[in-house]
């Protein structure tokens, strides 16, 4: 009777961090793609989906995971950017729409930018206590959403292409990392390098 009183185990939760890095990097360097003139005449309409259902939808979920697994810095960092991905495709459907007016979306898309550009400076501080591999995926952003940033304020077309540019860098970042984490996973041994913890208190070093 006790046993089948018994509560079933629960099955472990898959790491959800390469997913959200995956997702995070394709919606990224699609859109980086077309912010760096890579498109030419296209419209950046591409974007829409991946950025509702893959670095929106799928990016939320895997934060959604991580908060299941209580890993506190990816569950931020994945919900946030999957929620940042949403309203990105959002906005663009109401520009799309017609519902935003031509002379308003340089500087809402600065203002927008600029808001995660601030989320994202404490990130990759905290960053800093991953690994090398993590530093690099925010640090490549951090410069990527300031440049687009100061673009969008300032009208100027050089600044973003130069955030295009630097956000197909993040996007590659990014999927090395996924690309890592998923070989990590498979593996049960960590087979691509990610680097060393960068940000090490002196009370570890000295342990260590």
């Known amino acids: ?50 950025a509702i259902f893959y670095g929106g939808l799928a990016q939320f979920m895997a934060g959604m995971w991580s908060f299941r697994r209580g890993n506190t810095f990816t569950a931020t960092a994945f919900t946030t950017y999957g929620a940042f991905w949403l309203s990105l495709g959002t906005y663009i459907v109401l520009i799309i729409a017609g519902k935003v007016k031509t002379e308003d979306v340089a500087t809402s898309l600065g203002w927008f930018l600029l808001a995660f550009l601030i989320f994202n400076s404490y990130m990759l501080v905290w960053s800093s206590r991953i690994n090398t591999a993590v530093f690099g995926v925010f640090l490549t952003l951090e410069v990527t959403e300031l440049l687009l940033a100061l673009g969008f304020f300032n009208a100027s077309d050089t600044l973003i292409k130069a955030g295009g540019y630097m956000g197909l860098v993040t996007a590659f970042v990014a999927w090395y990392t996924s690309a890592a984490d998923v070989a990590t996973a498979m593996a049960g041994r960590p087979i691509l390098p990610v680097g060393r913890v960068i940000w090490v208190e002196k009370g570890a070093r000295r342990r260590g």
């Open 1 to 50: 009777m006790a046993q089948e009183m018994r509560a079933p185990a629960v099955p472990a939760v898959a790491d959800p961090a390469p997913l959200g890095l995956a997702a995070f990097a394709l919606t990224t360097f699609v859109l980086s793609a077309h912010n760096a003139g890579l498109f030419g005449t296209v419209a950046n309409t591409v974007v829409v989906g991946l």
